[in-house]
T-cell receptor, first 116, second 114 residues
Framework: GAVVSQHPSWVICKSGTSVKIECRSL??????MFWYRQFPKQSLMLMAT?????????EQGVEKDKFLINHASLTLSTLTVTSAHPEDSSFYIC????????????FGPGTRLTVL | AQSVTQLDSQVPVFEEAPVELRCNYS??????LFWYVQYPNQGLQLLLK??????LVKGINGFEAEFNKSQTSFHLRKPSVHISDTAEYFC????????????FGKGTRLSVIA
């Protein structure tokens, strides 16, 4: 149980285009989802926290107009990178948190974004 | 700000030797601690977690970690490593209750040498 999927697993796009990444909790309801980005050989940096049905909370330094997060249901959150540029190339990882117990986070497999 | 510190960015070790990966966290009233492993181009896999109770936690793949409140540490150990253990290891903490996000250390690259 507690599986989180991400789609696509990798994407290559041209500079200036927008890319949408989906994060789904497959067998549980996730009231809260987190989006992280990871640059090569670095740690995960939290971008934003999203709660179902409300606006996402962005970390300092993360452009909310560039990284649009939608958490429309208890099993789906999306991250849209708008007008992507090469510096947005990164590994994006989502996690979903359960409502029960200590709110364990379950991580998706990640999405590799390459902007040419 | 709350933080997690992994003292070693790289740890090379010979196959079948023991290894310890160090992790310290900033003190908090309540803390949940985790170790994750990440293989190249993959997501995070949970190795083990400390929530409460016994301070010695056993995880998958023969790893274990010990929670030491007085030293605010949660070091990861394995008595005998294999080539397949070569990966990036992240220590993470939830420093507070509710749905606060995990705070990650910078990671330790474990390289097992044949």
């Amino acid at each position: 149980g507690a599986v989180v999927s991400q789609h696509p697993s990798w994407v290559i796009c041209k500079s200036g285009t927008s890319v949408k990444i989906e994060c789904r909790s497959l067998d549980f309801q996730a009231t809260t989802m987190f989006w992280y980005r990871q640059f090569p050989k670095q740690s995960l940096m939290l971008m934003a926290t999203s709660n179902e049905g409300s606006k996402a909370t962005y970390e300092q330094g993360v452009e909310k107009d560039k990284f649009l997060i939608n958490h429309a249901s208890l099993t789906l959150s999306t991250l849209t990178v708008t007008s992507a540029h090469p510096e947005d190339s990164s590994f994006y990882i989502c996690s979903a948190s359960t409502q029960e117990g200590y709110n364990e986070q379950f991580f998706g497999p990640g999405t590799r974004l390459t902007v040419l | 700000a709350q933080s997690v510190t992994q003292l070693d960015s790289q740890v090379p070790v010979f196959e079948e030797a023991p290894v310890e990966l160090r992790c310290n966290y900033s003190s908090s009233v309540s803390v949940y601690l985790f170790w994750y492993v990440q293989y190249p181009n993959q997501g995070l896999q949970l190795l083990l977690k400390y929530l409460s109770g016994s301070t010695l936690v056993k995880g998958i793949n023969g790893f274990e970690a010990e929670f030491n409140k007085s030293q605010t540490s949660f070091h990861l150990r394995k008595p005998s490593v294999h080539i397949s253990d070569t990966a990036e290891y992240f220590c993470a903490a939830r420093l507070g209750g509710g749905n606060t996000p995990l705070v990650f250390g910078k990671g330790t690259r474990l390289s097992v040498i044949a």
